[in-house]
């Protein structure tokens, strides 16, 4: 099978996920108690206002009728006023996202830099005082929750130090980059542990490879070994990790934007969920979901370019 | 002759035994495990004993010991309303223990039912069950988890229901993959051909060896919906104050945090050592399985 057969067959394989992503999320909504158009518009609507909404959603109609709407209205972003906001819901959640996408691209930054380093480190001084202590600090981290380590971190970067703002985004780029520093490191010292044990145990695979041996053997140099045979294979399954990784941190930002304040997209689901904002909660789900299948279709094709071995079998 | 074969055989077989049960033994001693165990047992007890433990009571409100600092009086401080930290921290271990260990329990069954089913019989099963899987999966599970929530109401018994409709495809996935390894090993044959019915070979043969696996993920899950519960509260969706669950507690003390750390830092650290306790007990029973394998 060449490569661009498996990337068609990959977004094939995405076809049955997106329908059943949009059935989940119109059954849900259907479920709760009440009319959908009550619910839809909050209870300040007026009876013009439900009237018409009934008949956008085909409430009158039979129910895959009403499903083809409702999957129509999301493709074609027609996602529907806030009830919060009193606006479409299409002019609020993209700048919301874009808060919450530069925190994940930040995370993604300072992972790179605290995984790969411990990694190799951990994993070329097996079971010293430098592994223990890493794992030892990492089980520790791995275990605290966001709105923890969040906290603990403000207290300590932006109320005892002085260093970095406590909460908000800021007005200009900069000021937006200074605060999402914590932001992003809050949640890349949660999922940084997971890295870097892949990251390690798999040098340690690599090391004791017939291939490792072999490159010894005809007299390579130690740091070519590494560099060469070692790193190279061991880093193909912590990509995928890091990818799989950022794609949960879409969802991971919910609460890390709560505890710094930060008008990203997950803290626009949860105010909306508080405020029974269903159109705003159906269309941030509705995203958040894409966004995460998306992430996974490349982590696949980057990984099938890596290890061609997946793409034949 | 024979009774020395015999004899032979039976001796062989105690042996075996013996040194099986030695093994067990040695594996359990495990020291991730033991640490681990103990953390969790104290908790455990501290759930229990919890009304005993303290002369203060977590939810009357005694406004004039409003914020003291960690003290004699009070180990862990007071909060705002001048309830003793230290008598909610315990008190919480009740809440989030319990949400925890009931949490587990229908992803559990839900999953491993699912699994069992679709590992077992393959095909058609097997597509539905997986397809499934895959969109249950698309979801970040605390955007799942939250939109779930936000449709059924906030409360503890609504993200149980929520957490058993996405959290399920993590045992399905795993008792299937074992099962697909278990069906083709010689026993399941042998039994097959001795005309076995299926739920017979399942439940007998197969399902035994398959669902142990499930259960060690299932030990380390509760660390998991611990800090999903925790996070859902800390949200102001899961147990609402003044209940004192340690992630609620986390976000009531927030606004405290410059003046009166020990509010939100001491309820934080209990989730933290509940977590450490139960990774490291995931830890250990994943290096006993482990060499159990071999």
């Excluded at chain 1, 409430?59 to 009193?86: A, M």
């Excluded at chain 2, 009070?74 to 009931?102: E, K, S, W």
């Excluded at chain 2, 039912?113 to 499934?132: C, N, S, V």
Aim: include cysteine; hydrophobic fraction near 50%.
């Amino acid at each position: 099978m060449t490569r661009s057969r498996y990337i068609i067959r990959r977004l094939i394989q995405m076809i049955p996920v997106v329908i059943g992503i949009t059935v989940i999320i119109f059954v849900m909504l259907r479920a709760i108690p009440g009319d959908p158009a009550d619910s839809m518009l909050g209870e300040k609507s007026t009876n013009e206002q439900r009237a018409l909404m009934r008949k956008k959603l085909g409430l009158d109609e039979p129910i895959y009728v009403q499903y083809s709407y409702f999957v129509r209205d999301l493709f074609t972003f027609d996602l529907g006023d806030s009830l919060k906001y009193r606006q479409p819901v299409n002019d609020i959640i993209w700048d919301r996202l874009k808060v919450s996408l530069t925190v994940v691209g930040v995370t993604a930054f300072f992972l790179i830099v605290i995984t790969v380093p411990l990694g190799i480190l951990a994993a070329l001084k097996k079971n010293s005082i430098i592994d223990n202590a890493v794992r030892a600090v990492l089980t520790v981290t791995m275990v605290m929750p966001t709105f923890y380590s969040g906290i603990l971190l403000i207290i300590i970067f932006s109320i005892k130090l002085d260093l970095l703002p406590v909460s908000g985004y800021g007005d200009s780029p900069l000021d937006h980059l200074k605060h999402v520093i914590l932001p992003s490191l809050t949640l890349a010292l949660v999922t940084a542990p997971y890295l870097i044990r892949i990251l390690r145990a798999s040098i340690l695979d690599a090391l004791n490879s017939d291939y490792v041996t072999t490159a010894r053997s005809k007299g390579l140099e130690e740091r070519r070994v590494i560099s060469l045979h070692v790193l190279r294979n061991a880093l193909i399954p912590t990509v995928t990790l890091f990818g799989i990784t950022i794609g949960g941190l879409m969802g991971g930002t919910v609460i890390t934007e709560k505890v710094f304040a930060l008008p990203g997209a997950g803290a626009l689901l949860i105010e909306s969920v508080q405020f029974r904002d269903y159109p705003t909660v159906q269309a941030a789900t509705f995203i958040f979901a894409i966004m995460v299948i998306t992430i996974n279709l490349i982590v696949d094709i980057v990984y099938s370019f890596l290890d061609p071995r997946v793409v034949l079998s | 002759m024979a009774a020395d074969v015999a004899d032979a055989g039976a001796l062989a077989s105690t042996a075996v035994v013996r040194t099986r049960r030695n093994q067990l033994l040695k594996q359990l001693a495990n020291k991730n495990l033991i640490i681990g165990g103990t953390i969790l047992l104290i908790l455990i007890l501290i759930a229990l004993l919890a009304p005993w433990l303290t002369p203060y009571d977590p939810l009357e409100v005694d406004p004039q010991s409003a914020l003291q600092s960690p003290g004699l009086d009070h180990p862990f401080g007071t909060d705002n309303f001048g309830r003793d930290v230290l008598t909610r921290v315990i008190h919480g271990a009740r809440i989030d223990l319990r949400a925890g260990l009931i949490a587990v329990i229908s992803p559990f069954i839900i999953g491993v039912l699912i699994g069992t089913i679709a590992g077992f019989y393959g095909g058609w099963a097997d597509t539905i069950a997986m397809r499934a899987v895959d969109i249950v999966q698309a979801f970040p599970g605390l955007v799942l988890l939250i939109f779930l929530v936000s449709v059924l109401g906030p409360g503890l018994n609504n993200m149980y229901i929520a957490v058993a409709m996405f959290a399920w495809i993590v045992y399905a996935r795993l008792i299937r993959s074992t099962i697909f390894v278990e069906k083709n090993k010689e026993y399941v044959t042998a039994a097959k051909s001795i005309g076995g019915s299926d739920w017979r070979i399942i439940g007998k043969h197969v399902f035994p060896n398959a669902v142990i696996p499930c259960l060690v993920f299932a030990a380390t899950d509760v660390a998991l919906y611990i800090g999903l519960l925790a996070g859902l509260s800390y949200l102001g969706l899961g147990e609402r104050p003044p209940a004192p669950e340690w992630g609620a507690m986390v976000a009531a003390g927030q606004p405290f945090m410059v003046t009166a750390w020990w509010i939100s830092a001491l309820p934080g650290a209990a989730i933290v050592v509940t977590g450490i306790a139960l990774s490291l007990i995931g830890d250990g029973l994943g290096d006993v399985l482990r060499m159990d394998d071999r």
